[in-house]
């Protein structure tokens, strides 16, 4: 085949499609057929991409019968020693050919390597970080096709091995580039021709790669990540490979002469409308929130020498023990460490389950801790806060908490939670609604209380001033009545003039209980009274905490969460809790419920006993509504107060205005007052939650199933069958009983493995 030749798909024997354009340049030859999909789930029929795959330059084509073809450019590039390997040009690519060096000139990349490359990097605050770049992980996000290729370039430079292009393509007539795969320089080997060659033989096959693709937001994901090699790093060679190659400046397009690709900036889930977002329509917040996102660019974490090592190995220590570990780092324009995320497996697996309500904890933020902690907080089945996550922030502004909420949201399979609880921030509710529209934001209320109430300590009345407050807060039945005891308080104690109190009040359906009434969340204890402003890292981080005493105690912290969990799933299923009262609603939940969720409710079936004179008021078909008289105490609390629960006899649906049922996560003492004056034996079905259950098992390594697995790809043989290992390890480990089973399980199945293996021999 010579000159420039256009694969076109209109053979009638190819299935039409007219987005993609392929150029293969002189001297190439065809490549094996390779029936590959590239499917883009982001495009339509019409935007389907036919992948180019050339392995083996030797085979002729043939693909009368396949609607996907793959042909994949093995010569991209190789080592320093290869000089007359084929090149493909794939359109819109920027690639450049030259007969000596073979030298890729992606636009605007700097592919270089600096002789004078420090290890260390001075941001100008006196602390210094080392220039790390983490392994690629599937979901991260690169602004730019050139910034995915520098970031795996980086890392291969480091780790001591080169890269090539292996394949790209692009849509017809656009020539917009769509994806592309990086592999290493050892990928493949050497076809028949090439083989009698004198050259050293340095392709191995080796497996190493990462494909990129275009999505939406014209941002590149990497979609699939394969790091394992088979052969020995050589950072020496590595360096003087093409890739890592200083390139000439001359034959260079629109690349600064001192460019250094390693301080590139490696842009991860950034936003690329950032500068079109706003907390009002004034031009002058606008300008405000545009000169922040600048800033923010340019800051990074604040850490001591060696932290960045540290925080390296500890997830390289981490990932060891922990397959299914995930992490990512967020550098900034001068390549410095600005922010990172981490989740391990158990907490990936407790959110698939405990996924309805989450806490955002920036409590060490809040507080200019030294260590800039953050938390993704959740509720398990015995009411007890679980960790779904953790991170080190540089800032606290728009772009740095999108980048965050979208690291997270991708390692969770993309499923947002159903409810959030924040701080008040203007930049977080801003970064929510872009990243989980659908979930209910709402702000921690005992962080607002707090906060108020410090306020106007030097206020005359502050203890009157305290009690009322308190109280139409957390007693409000209904939205008027607080509105109009609101209104009362500000006259009654001359706080007209407070602007920062009415900015409270005009965000009140945020963080006041009345206005979140239809919201479920599932007991978490920011709407109880004596709830105080507390981190789940309490007793274990404080203000001067450095990350290394962090990452030391960060293991016993899990631990003793874990075996906490562990002694109270043991309590709740081997030990019978006293009961209380005769009410058989108290026997039937103590049978159901953990120990600890079966205490709260109990509370509410002692408290059946204040409630009295049960009144029908109104009738609609077969649903009526009661009032029930409850006796209360304090001095300036009304001694008796109504409560309408509204009851449908059909569906055996119940509902107090209290919303007991959303708030904590089961049936208030009005409700069931309601229930046994209509005769009703049992706690009706659908309130009867899963998530507390006594008997509740969940796995604690993700199941992602098998669906996907390549039953000819080893490497896919491997992740499938680890994981699927570490689900029974973890399952033995709850007891010696189960520990006894999964030893068997695994001695069988050995011996079966084994028999297997013996008839192939």
Known sequence: MTGDTAFSPNDPSLSSNANLHITIDEGSQNSENLLEEEGNDLENDCEQLFEIDGDDHENGMDV????????????????????????????GNGHENNVDEQLFDIEGSGHEDNK??????????????????????????????????????????????????????????????????????????????????????????????IRLRLVESNRWRVDEVKLEHNHLFDPERAQNSKSH?????????????????????????????????????????????????????????????????LIQNFFCRAQLVDPNFFYVMDFNDEGLLRNVFWIDSRSRAAYAHFNDVVSFDTTCLSFNYEIPLIAFVGVNHHG??????????????????????????????????????????????????????????????????QSILESLGALQD????????????????????????????????????????????????????VYSKDIFFAGLSYFQKDESVSSIFDGYVHDKTSLKDFFDIYDIFLEKKRQKEALDDFESRDLSPILKTRCYYELQLSQLYTKEVFRKFQDEVVMMSSCFNITQILTNGTIATYTVKESEGGEIMRDVRNFEVVYDKTGAEIRCICSCFNFKGFLCRHALCVLNYNGVEEIPFQYLLPRWRKD?????????????????????????????????????????DHYMVAWQAFKESLNKVRLVADKHV
């Open 64 to 91: 009368k019968n396949d609607h996907y073809f793959d042909i994949e450019s093995n010569g991209h590039e190789d080592d320093g020693d290869d000089t007359n390997e084929h090149l493909f040009d794939i359109d």
């Open 116 to 209: 004078d490359d420090a290890s260390l990097v001075d941001d100008g605050s006196g602390t210094s970080q080392r220039k790390v770049y983490p392994p690629p992980v599937v979901g991260m996000e690169f602004e730019s096709y050139d910034d995915a290729y520098n970031f795996y370039n980086c890392y291969a430079k480091e780790i001591g091995f080169a890269i090539r292009v292996k394949s790209s393509w692009t849509k017809r007539n656009s020539k917009e580039k769509r994806g592309a795969v990086l592999c290493c320089n050892c990928e493949g080997f050497k076809t028949v021709k090439d083989a009698n060659s004198r050259r050293k033989e340095t392709r191995t096959g080796c497996l190493a790669m």
């Open 245 to 309: 190659k200083r390139i000439d400046s001359g034959a260079k397009r629109k690349v600064e002469p001192t460019l250094d690709v390693e301080v590139r900036t490696i842009k991860l889930y950034r936003a690329p409308a950032i500068d079109t977002v706003s907390y009002g329509s004034s031009n002058s917040n606008k300008g405000e929130i545009n000169s922040q996102c600048d800033r923010s660019r340019s800051l990074n974490l604040k850490l001591r020498n060696g932290d960045v090592l």
């Open 384 to 449: 007890q806060n679980i960790l779904l996550g953790c991170g080190l922030l540089a800032d606290e502004t728009l772009e740095t908490y999108i980048w965050l909420f979208r690291a997270w949201l991708t390692c969770l399979s993309g499923r947002p939670p159903q409810t959030i609880i924040t701080n008040q921030s203007k930049a977080m509710q801003s970064a929510i609604a872009e990243v989980f529209p659908r979930a209910h934001h709402r702000l921690c209320l005992a962080n607002v209380v």
């Open 462 to 513: 502050y203890e009157a001033f305290q009690m009322f407050f308190i109280r139409i807060v957390y007693d409000s039945l209904k939205v008027e009545e607080f509105e109009l005891a609101w209104e009362d308080m500000i006259q009654r104690f001359g706080l007209r003039d407070q602007e920062w109190l009415r900015i409270f009040y005009d965000d009140r359906e945020r963080w006041v209980p």
């Open 696 to 736: 509740f098992k969940r796995l604690y390594v993700p199941d992602f199933g098998s669906n996907n697995v390549d039953i000819t790809n080893p490497v896919q043989w491997f992740d499938h069958l680890y994981k699927r290992a570490m689900q029974v390890v973890e399952e033995g480990m709850n007891s010696q």
